[in-house]
């Protein structure tokens, strides 16, 4: 089936500008998680949701990323005044019910420039 | 806190060469383990996985064992191919659900 899916793939924004990513995960999956992933690094958590609640936030860096997920399918990760620190590879897994293996979608790459 | 240390990178060997990724943690208790890789251009895939001690995963000829009295889970392949080329990641799991990662290491195999 269809794995997890990120859009954009790319995405330059100038400082201070808004930003919206959108994932996608697998059909069904409960569990929803976000990641950063600086150039290099390993990727770092951000926030958790179980279906539409967000049960963990606490990899935020700052108030102003917020992430959400109002039907428990689709998921937002939405940056606010953006700032040259925020470019990185954003990522999106999802897991099933029950299991320990998260799926991860192919990421979207933010340019703050 | 949790925590992985991986083998800094980049790693360069020969086709058919054996490889080995060194991975230890820092964890209370007793966290399950994992190998996840990212081949170029594509996203992360887990490689392979182990839950408790003494555990060995194994996927596409490569183990990892999961040694609690030295707090390690590295990486091994007796014979390495050039599309092994990829970063690779080691990430534990404990009680919390969100996956902490090491670094990552970058391997080329040149043929």
């Known amino acids: 089936g269809a794995g997890v899916s990120q859009s954009p793939r790319y995405k330059v924004a100038k400082r201070g500008q808004d930003v919206a990513l959108r994932c996608d995960p697998i059909s069904g999956h409960v569990s929803l998680f976000w990641y950063q992933q600086a150039l290099g690094q390993g990727p770092e958590f951000l926030t958790y949701f179980q279906n539409e609640a967000q049960l963990d936030k606490s990899g935020l860096p700052s108030d102003r990323f917020f992430a959400e997920r109002p039907e428990g399918s689709v998921s937002t990760l939405k940056i606010q005044r953006t700032q040259q620190e925020d470019s990185a590879v954003y990522l999106c897994?999802?897991?099933?019910?029950?299991?320990?293996?998260?799926?991860f979608g192919p990421g979207t790459r933010l340019l703050v420039l | 806190g949790n925590s992985v240390t991986q083998m800094e990178g980049p790693v360069t060997l020969s086709e058919e060469a054996f490889l080995t990724i060194n991975c230890t943690y820092t964890?209370?208790?007793?966290?399950?383990l994992f190998w996840y890789v990212q081949y170029p251009g594509e996203g992360l895939q887990l490689l392979l996985k182990?839950?408790?001690?003494?555990d060995k995963g194994s996927n596409k000829g490569f183990e990892a064992t999961y040694r609690k009295e030295t707090t390690s889970f590295h990486l091994e392949k007796g014979s390495v191919q050039v599309s092994d080329s990829a970063v690779y990641f080691c990430a534990l799991r404990q009680g919390a659900q969100k996956l902490v990662f090491g670094q990552g290491t970058r391997l080329t195999i040149n043929p």
């Open positions: 897994a999802s897991r099933d019910r029950g299991r320990e293996t998260q799926y």
């Open positions: 182990a839950t408790k001690a003494d």
């Open positions: 964890a209370t208790g007793y966290p399950s």
